[in-house]
């Protein structure tokens, strides 16, 4: 009833009641059919709408959901599936718009804040998605939920998503120290006189994204690198990496990418050697904790004669990988990934030509501000032709075992040490060694 005094006519109880019961049944004739029939229209949309999400015609769900909604405004179910729909097709400004709705339909929901998260995750808003992560993982979602969003943190807190800027600039510097100095793991033939040495490292990795969207983005990178020996001059190492990428997202899960990059290294003062590689990639998020990476990598190498290097250009040609990688998150802040990958060198020279296959697999762990990684792998490789003063063919197998301990202090400091260990076991006993590199660095991204 209305604020303020009414006066109605005096009416005798029996007629008031008689007279409440006459508009009842006139109200209930009047509307009772119309609204029956939304309801039922409702339930075709709604009914519609699923059988197209699951579908995967995500463009029509989200015109079916969008009259369900229509239908039934403060329904926070049809607010869900349409934002749920929007994000599938790629509609993510309008999905976070949708999912917003929603939340304020049902605050502290869940589901809704997850898909929340997602939307960010997709737009860039890194530090939106995970502050709705976190709340899901403190809040009282179910479990499957909860396990979802401790991926998505993985994968933020690991720095595999993008922070930067379109203009970044990493810097690394540190020490090594190299039990047995080796320019390229199947040639250690070069001797070096003293094989053990320190060294001091220095790389910058500047790269511009110059294109960026729902579904396409584009940068280029510089990046240098510069070794200098205590003691083996001969072997200090520049290099110059020039890389261009482009990635398509043509749907919520799949991404696809192709690289570009241009590698001139020099070795002393000499020019050793400059690679044209190329590599497309297709990465498929079967979940947030299962992620796999299928590549192809083709490389045209060419190499230089130097007074440290006579024959170098011998090993001039092509070199080709075929990988896959499965990426697993396990629980909140831990990973496990295996890769399997075959590979084969086509050097102008047959002694330098092999086929070889590669299985990998690494583990990390992070605690607050520190992380762990360990790997290892192992790399078969079969020669095509006898090596020189040999009469049989080159057949190698080298063991890889690495650890890095990362601490990161600030947000945008890290500092690092590493340990990797490296056996070769050949066919041919001068192709036999072992290796031992370990290292301090202190990376600083601005």
């Not at 009047?30 to 197209?52: C, H, M, Q, W």
């Not at 990934?337 to 002694?351: L, M, P």
């Not at 605690?367 to 762990?372: A, P």
């Not at 070769?424 to 202190?442: E, H, K, M, Q, T």
Request: overall charge positive.
């Amino acid at each position: 009833m209305a604020q303020g005094t009414i006066t109605t006519p005096r009416i005798s109880l029996k007629v008031g009641i008689s007279a409440f019961i006459f508009l009842f049944v006139f109200v209930g004739i009047s509307f009772a059919a119309p609204k029956k029939d939304r309801l039922k229209e409702y339930e075709i949309a709604v009914t519609k709408g699923n059988y197209k999400f699951d579908s995967g015609d995500y463009q029509d769900a989200v015109k079916y959901f969008k009259t369900a909604l229509g239908l039934k405004p403060s329904d926070k179910y049809a607010a869900l599936l349409l934002g749920l729909s929007q994000s599938r097709a790629g509609q993510y400004r309008q999905a976070k718009t949708t999912l917003l709705y929603a939340l304020r339909l049902a605050p502290g929901d869940g589901r809704i804040m997850y898909e929340l998260g997602v939307v960010s995750f997709q737009l860039g808003e890194i530090k939106k998605a995970k502050n709705y992560f976190e709340k899901i993982k403190a809040g009282e979602a179910d479990e499957i939920i909860k396990t979802a969003a401790g991926g998505y943190l993985y994968i933020i807190s690991s720095d595999q998503v993008s922070w930067k800027k379109p203009f970044s600039i990493f810097f690394l510097t540190g020490l090594q120290y190299d039990s047995n100095v080796i320019l390229e793991p199947t040639d250690p033939l070069v001797k070096a006189g003293r094989k053990q040495d320190g060294r001091g490292v220095f790389a910058l990795d500047s790269k511009w994204v110059f294109l960026k969207s729902q579904k396409v983005a584009a940068e280029a990178g510089y990046m240098f690198y510069q070794s200098a020996h205590s003691n083996l001059d001969d072997f200090n190492v520049q290099q110059h990496n020039i890389m261009l990428s482009g990635k398509y997202n043509p749907i919520t899960n799949l991404q696809t990418e192709l690289k570009y990059k241009l590698k001139y290294s020099l070795i002393g003062n000499d020019l050793y050697s400059s690679t044209n590689r190329v590599e497309p990639i297709v990465r498929i998020m079967h979940s947030p904790l299962i992620a796999s990476e299928l590549y192809y990598v083709h490389e045209f190498k060419k190499y230089f004669n130097s007074e440290t290097f006579s024959f170098n250009s011998q090993k001039t040609g092509d070199a080709c990988q075929a990988g896959i990688t499965e990426n697993i998150s396990i629980w909140d802040s831990n990973s496990l990934s295996f890769g399997y990958v075959y590979d084969w060198d086509r050097a102008d020279a047959g002694f330098w030509r092999y086929k070889g296959q590669k299985g990998t697999v690494a583990f990390s762990s992070f605690l607050g501000r520190w992380k762990m990684f360990f790997g290892a792998s192992y790399h078969d490789r079969k020669y095509e032709s006898e090596f020189p003063g040999f009469s049989k063919k080159r057949h190698d197998g080298m063991q890889e075992y690495s650890l890095t301990v990362t601490w990161k202090p600030l947000d945008r400091v890290k500092v690092n040490i590493s340990e990797i260990y490296v056996i070769n076991s050949s066919n041919l006993r001068i192709f036999d060694y072992n290796r031992n590199i370990a290292g301090l660095f202190l990376e600083v991204r601005l």
